[in-house]
């Protein structure tokens, strides 16, 4: 499975983003797709996921701000990204595995296919 983020951008806070992943090579309908990011000197950390059946799973930082979603006849993941601080500011990367289980999704380590990241900086 091949993945390709894009989308990232700048932007002012308070501003939104659509980051988009789009998928090849594989059966897009059974792939868990999450989204992480990393800023500079920090771990990268779990922002949200979508699993095969539309569940979706956010971080704290994430929740009521961001909306991951999917649409399997694109092949394509997408997360938009609302109310935007300048806290966000990193390199978001997608993510896509399709057996990692429910207690697994925040752990990027555990994801099998990686996309090559998108910077997303936002101003003050």
């Known amino acids: 499975v091949q993945l390709q983020a894009s989308g990232g951008g700048l932007v002012q806070a308070g501003g939104s983003l659509r980051l988009s992943c789009a998928a090849s090579?594989?059966?897009?309908?059974?792939?868990?797709m999450g989204w992480f990011r990393q800023a500079p000197g920090k771990e990268r950390e779990f922002v949200a996921a979508?699993?095969?059946?539309?569940?979706?799973y956010y971080a704290n930082s994430a929740e009521g701000r961001f909306t991951v979603s999917r649409d399997n006849a694109k092949n394509t993941a997408f997360l938009q990204m609302n109310s935007l601080k300048p806290e966000d500011t990193a390199v978001y990367y997608c993510?896509?595995?399709?057996?990692?289980?429910?207690?697994?999704?925040?752990?990027?380590?555990?994801?099998?296919?990686w996309g090559q990241g998108t910077q997303v900086t936002v101003s003050s």
């Open positions: 993510a896509a595995d399709p057996n990692i289980i429910l207690s697994s999704l925040r752990i990027p380590s555990l994801y099998k296919y």
């Open positions: 979508i699993r095969w059946s539309g569940h979706t």
């Open positions: 090579g594989g059966t897009f309908g059974r792939l868990t």
